[in-house]
């Protein structure tokens, strides 16, 4: 009787309101038949739904309203069979329990042939451990769709959407994938945080003939491929790239077509465009703007690769072509990027056309890492300013023309008035976060904000100040009164984003604390602080205490952790006392220090190195320290920490200027044994620095094609600088004995 009740016949189909009722409805479908969700939670539903529709009936799976039917908890969808329709399923408020939240298979011999799954949300579905893997979409079988779908934020390891190609039945697939809005990917810190993967190396040499159109990609930034190419002879066409950190990668495979797509990076760091890996590559009529990403992630790279290379190396770029793609305040285009001794195949037969180049601001956009004698040059124009790129020293002027170039808009866009024959066809509707993903389910920003919520002044006192932050929402600004003292015996923690601050008046106001730590970072939190003096003075007798800490536990969100015109003494009633102390498994998507001092510190300041197994994984994206003063510091000022040799990541990244170090690093159980160390950063500049009886600055470099310089600086009776690898610039240093 309850499943009678619960399954209604109603002249458009069956509703169904719980479990029970979804699979007594889906026992024995037939073509024609539909399966309607009626509206609320769904909580824990493991749906699986299979039949063999035909292409006139197919077999339907929607739900009663639109925007009104949830699947939480641990919810997902595997389907299979032939003519299968499913619309409308919002994923949110959990993660699911097997390998994809939803799948084109019921079992690994049951696949979907001739299916759409179309309007599907899911939304920041994901599991608390941060390396647990799982796909979000994992299409199966041949002449499947997915479109009209929103997919945003993914912050696990596992590629959003994956074309599996694990068995003949899912080769020469001929999927299509289209008019999706892929939404906000944080930033992984590892290799595995690509939006869209379509095959892998194992079997990057077979057919999968998949169609990817008319998709908008947005903040994108889980690693250096936004998509994944792994299989040949697949399309990307007419698809929009905005502010995503990484490129579209033609890793494995052959014969990809590359055709009328626009990346717009809006000069947002480490924005890339289109690298070209292997044979019978075709990148045409593609529009680049505003690309700032180097090396890897350049708005244009074509790559070396390794000889007689294995199957999940890199193949060398042979038969290709670039042609009539526009590249207006791009940075960089990088041509036999990767050299070096396993990667010594310089591309052959392969030709960079009837391209434009538009940079006023940049002479030297092209960078050429090899010998570029296998690539024809022909009919490129570039503005007066830049320079031609060069072979063994030698400039190569034939292939291009400088030309004074005056633009016009069009849909948007910037164009070049006298060469209308280059770049994508204007005359298709570009897609935009408008016209993808579904009309029914409001867009978020998932990105971290500080100063968006209430002001809040709180009196001094024990503990008001944790009673305040508990009290408080995402983004408010908690004020503290000038010269007063606000003692906690509570350790604070922070679930959102807050900002502790002073009216910047007067005498700073002063937070003592008894508990190990002040503030615990926890999953979803963010901190900022501002012209505040924290004291350990009063802090209990522990060893490794801290000022702030992050979570013990896996963090799936990122966090921010600011600091300016703050000062952080007395950190010393024990050894080990540190400002920040982080756990394996979190990740900052930025640490930023101004105008701030540290003085009597028995532990570290910034120990970023917990990520120790040497696989590539870090704890911090980007560090900006600047005009700050570590005073008799036992540990580290600095430790940020990258091993392994992958190179699918960015960073970390640092940026240290106009910072002074005394009697920094001494203390005999400081394992860094080090004032600043940086092992495995990508990108350092450290420009205006001073050492004053302080252990070194060590640099080792291990990863890819690191940029590390070091200028203006002087070391006083300190140890200067140690480095692995003398590939690092040095400029202006001084060294002084007493």
């Known amino acids: 009787m309850t499943i009678l009740t619960s399954c209604l016949t109603q002249s458009d189909g069956i509703l169904v309101k719980d479990m029970a009722a979804f699979k007594a409805a889906t026992e024995n479908l037939s073509p024609g038949d539909k399966v309607i969700l009626a509206n609320g939670i769904w909580e824990n539903a493991e749906l699986v739904f299979k039949g063999i529709g035909t292409e006139d009936n197919p077999i339907v799976l929607t739900v009663e309203d639109k925007g009104k039917v949830f699947l939480e908890g641990e919810s997902n969808l595997q389907i299979s069979g032939e003519y299968i329709h499913v619309e409308g399923l919002v994923f949110r408020n959990g993660h699911t329990p097997t390998g994809a939240v939803v799948e084109y298979r019921t079992s690994s011999k049951d696949f979907?042939?001739?299916?759409?799954?179309?309007?599907?949300?899911?939304?920041?579905?994901?599991?608390?451990?941060?390396?647990?893997?799982?796909?979000?979409?994992?299409?199966?079988?041949?002449?499947?769709?997915?479109?009209?779908?929103?997919?945003?934020?993914k912050r696990n390891n596992g590629v959003t959407l994956a074309v599996r190609l694990t068995t003949p039945e899912s080769r020469e697939n001929f999927h299509r994938i289209d008019h999706n809005y892929f939404g906000y990917h944080p930033i992984l810190g590892s290799n595995g945080g690509e939006t869209l993967r379509i095959g892998t190396s194992h079997h990057s040499l077979t057919n999968s003939?998949?169609?990817?159109?008319?998709?908008?990609?947005?903040?994108?930034?889980?690693?250096?491929?936004?998509?994944?190419?792994?299989?040949?002879?697949?399309?990307?066409?007419?698809?929009?790239?905005?502010?995503?950190?990484?490129?579209?990668?033609?890793?494995?495979?052959?014969e990809t077509l590359v055709d009328n797509n626009y990346f717009f990076g809006n000069r947002k760091a480490n924005t890339g465009g289109i690298r070209i890996i292997n044979e019978k590559q075709t990148?045409?009529?593609?529009?680049?703007?505003?690309?700032?990403?180097?090396?890897?992630?350049?708005?244009?790279v074509i790559m070396n690769g390794?000889?007689?290379?294995?199957?999940?190396?890199?193949?060398?770029?042979?038969?290709?072509?670039?042609?009539?793609?526009?590249?207006?305040?791009?940075?960089?285009?990088?041509?036999?990027?990767?050299?070096?001794?396993?990667?010594?195949?310089?591309?052959?037969?392969?030709?960079?056309?009837?391209?434009?180049?538009?940079?006023?601001?940049?002479?030297?956009?092209?960078?050429?890492?090899?010998?570029?004698?296998?690539?024809?040059?022909?009919?490129?124009?570039?503005?007066?300013?830049?320079?031609?790129p060069q072979n063994n020293g030698q400039l190569i002027k034939d292939g291009f023309t400088k030309e004074t170039i005056s633009f016009s808009t069009k849909n948007g866009l910037q164009l070049p008035a006298s060469t209308t024959s280059i770049g994508p066809a204007m005359e298709s509707e570009r897609p935009s976060s408008d016209n993808t993903g579904v009309s029914w389910y409001p867009k978020k920003d998932y990105t971290i904000n500080f100063n968006y919520g209430e002001k809040i002044d709180v009196e001094p006192g024990k503990n008001s100040l944790y009673n305040a932050i508990k009290n408080s929402k995402s983004g408010d600004i908690i004020v503290l009164e000038n010269?007063?003292?606000?003692?906690?015996?509570?350790?604070?923690?922070?679930?959102?984003?807050?900002?502790?601050?002073?009216?910047?008046?007067?005498?700073?106001?002063?937070?003592?604390?008894?508990?190990?730590?002040?503030?615990?970072?926890?999953?979803?939190?963010?901190?900022?602080?501002?012209?505040?003096?924290?004291s350990g003075i009063k802090s209990d007798d522990y060893s490794?205490?801290?000022?702030?800490?992050?979570?013990?536990?896996?963090?799936?969100?990122?966090?921010?952790?600011?600091?300016?015109?703050?000062?952080?003494?007395?950190?010393?009633?024990?050894?080990?006392?540190?400002?920040?102390?982080?756990?394996?498994?979190?990740?900052?998507?930025s640490i930023k220090l101004v105008n701030c001092n540290f003085k009597n510190i028995s532990g570290h300041v910034l120990n970023m190195d917990k990520e120790t197994d040497d696989i590539g994984i870090y704890n911090v994206e980007n560090v900006f320290v600047k005009d700050c003063h570590f005073e008799n510091v036992g540990g580290a000022a600095i430790h940020l920490y990258r091993g392994g040799r992958d190179e699918s990541?960015?960073?970390?990244?640092?940026?240290?200027?106009?910072?002074?170090?005394?009697?920094?690093?001494?203390?005999?159980?400081?394992?860094?044994?080090?004032a600043v160390s940086i092992h495995g950063v990508q990108l350092a500049e450290m420009n205006g620095l001073s050492f004053e009886d302080s252990k070194k600055l060590n640099l080792h470099l291990v990863v890819g094609d690191p940029v590390i310089a070091v200028k203006n600086t002087s070391f006083k009776n300190s140890e200067g600088i140690s480095s692995n690898d003398p590939a690092y610039t040095?400029?202006?240093?001084?060294?002084v004995e007493k």
């Open 649 to 674: 990541t960015f960073g970390p990244i640092l940026d240290l200027n106009n910072s002074s170090f005394k009697n920094v690093g001494h203390d005999i159980r400081n394992k860094v044994d080090a």
């Open 730 to 735: 040095a400029e202006n240093i001084k060294t």
């Open 283 to 300: 990148v045409i009529n593609n529009y680049c703007e505003g690309l700032t990403g180097y090396r890897f992630r350049g708005a244009l």
């Open 112 to 153: 979907c042939n001739n299916c759409r799954m179309t309007e599907i949300v899911i939304d920041d579905y994901n599991p608390s451990e941060r390396f647990e893997s799982d796909y979000w979409v994992a299409l199966y079988g041949k002449n499947n769709r997915f479109d009209h779908s929103y997919l945003v934020g």
């Open 544 to 589: 490794g205490n801290n000022v702030v800490r992050t979570s013990r536990y896996s963090m799936i969100n990122n966090y921010k952790f600011f600091a300016e015109d703050c000062d952080f003494i007395d950190l010393d009633v024990n050894h080990s006392f540190n400002v920040l102390r982080v756990f394996k498994n979190t990740f900052a998507d």
């Open 209 to 254: 003939n998949t169609l990817v159109e008319d998709n908008y990609f947005e903040r994108c930034n889980g690693e250096h491929e936004i998509i994944s190419n792994k299989s040949c002879q697949n399309t990307f066409r007419n698809n929009t790239f905005f502010e995503c950190q990484g490129t579209l990668t033609m890793r494995h495979g052959n």
């Open 306 to 388: 390794v000889p007689n290379s294995p199957i999940n190396r890199y193949f060398q770029v042979k038969d290709s072509k670039a042609a009539n793609n526009i590249f207006v305040d791009c940075d960089y285009i990088q041509f036999c990027a990767g050299s070096d001794e396993e990667r010594s195949a310089t591309p052959e037969n392969t030709t960079f056309t009837n391209n434009l180049i538009y940079n006023e601001n940049k002479d030297d956009v092209f960078t050429v890492y090899d010998d570029i004698s296998g690539i024809d040059f022909d009919g490129n124009i570039l503005s007066p300013n830049i320079q031609e």
């Open 483 to 534: 010269g007063e003292e606000y003692h906690m015996t509570k350790s604070i923690d922070i679930n959102h984003p807050i900002t502790v601050t002073s009216s910047l008046e007067g005498d700073k106001p002063t937070i003592t604390f008894e508990k190990s730590s002040l503030f615990n970072i926890e999953n979803g939190g963010a901190l900022s602080l501002k012209g505040l003096l924290i």
